[in-house]
């Protein structure tokens, strides 16, 4: 028999799949027999967000974790998003396609730097934004998304000072959005800093009726030039609901297979990175694979290990973000 194999994680020896397998039909049995869900981020590959039970952003994606009564969550995602579902359920096995599956957000923020940042403010409130690791989300206040970011900033006192981390474009988004000075992280995401408004500008003068839709992350000439900024799940509405029939999506594309399902008549052009190149994909969501996501539930691993004291320190403020998002 020809197999494949497939390295997890840099920790186990690779894993033979069977290439003859039919893969989505083995995940269907896999999750019924484990009573497992999948849960899916937007920028996942198609074939992944079609096996998947709930695909979401950010603030979906915690909501459904918790909710959840499945006994295995197999997360295809990247690993704060796992630890987040981990966090909401320490009693449920979370399994991971891909472990590597980093962030360039959250690898750019580590605990210690956090901790002697946060230091130098004393009394102020950190509000940090869920793509950081449990450590950062134990160090802060608030845990934040793309999509209540700006409603739960505006409800801290405006004489609090603020410490937002770790996305600076999010961050310098939401102190103009709300004139609300803060002090702020300065990491950046690696796809939505590849944007380039030279490219965006040409695209827009060769498509002048289209509107472009520009995910919070991008840097502040893309958001201007956006007629529409919000999370994934804010884009996907906006595009479904909105009369235009054309839009540039200035986020990683991956998000059009859910746009293109949900207005077939509509033309949806992914923003070019500035170099040729496929920068503008997610190298840490793609790691992800349906083979991977199969071997996952097949093996009920790889596995999120979590200390319990990180996990009871870390959901404080994802508590505080769900309980301020409920409304
Ligand atoms: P949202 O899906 O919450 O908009 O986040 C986008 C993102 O950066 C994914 O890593
Ligand atoms: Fe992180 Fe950017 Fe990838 Fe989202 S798209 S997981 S923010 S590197």
Not at 149 to 163: F, G, M, N, S
Not at 258 to 275: C, D, L
């Amino acid at each position: 028999m020809v197999t494949r194999t497939l390295p997890i994680a840099g920790r186990q020896p690779p894993r033979p799949v069977d290439p003859s397998l039919d893969l989505e039909a083995e995940i269907a049995r896999l999750k019924n027999e484990r009573s497992a869900t999948i849960l899916a981020h937007y920028y996942q590959d198609s074939e992944i967000q079609d096996v998947a039970d709930f695909i979401g952003d950010s603030l979906q994606l915690a909501q459904a974790a918790k909710k959840t009564e499945a006994k295995v969550i197999c997360f295809a995602g990247v690993h704060f998003r796992a630890e987040t579902a981990k966090i909401l359920n320490p009693d449920r096995e979370v399994v991971v396609p891909d472990l590597e599956a980093g962030c360039s957000l959250a690898d750019g923020c580590p605990g210690a730097k956090f901790a002697a940042w946060k230091a130098r403010f004393p009394g102020a409130v950190a509000v940090t934004y869920i793509n950081c690791s449990a450590e950062v989300k134990a160090l802060s206040d608030y845990i934040v998304t793309s999509s209540n970011a700006e409603k739960i900033v505006a409800q801290i006192p405006r004489d609090r000072t603020i410490l937002f981390a770790p996305d600076r474009n999010l961050g310098a988004y939401l102190a103009k959005k709300l004139d609300r000075p803060m002090e702020i992280w300065q990491g950046s995401c690696i796809v939505h800093d590849t944007f380039s408004e030279r490219k965006l500008i040409a695209l827009k003068e060769r498509n002048p009726t289209a509107l472009v839709l520009a995910h919070p992350e991008c840097e502040e000439p893309i958001l201007r030039m956006a007629d529409f900024v919000g999370s994934t799940t804010g884009i996907l509405k906006y595009a479904t609901g909105s009369p235009a029939t054309t839009f540039i999506v200035v986020t990683e594309p991956g998000i059009l297979h859910q746009m293109q399902k949900a207005a077939p008549g509509k033309t949806f052009i992914a923003a070019p990175p500035e170099a040729n190149c496929a920068c503008n994909e997610c190298p840490h969501m793609k790691k992800n694979t349906l083979e991977k996501v199969y071997l996952a539930l097949r093996d009920l691993e790889p596995k999120l290990v979590m200390r319990p004291d990180l996990i009871e320190k870390a959901r404080v403020p994802i508590d505080r973000m769900l309980a301020l998002s409920a409304s």
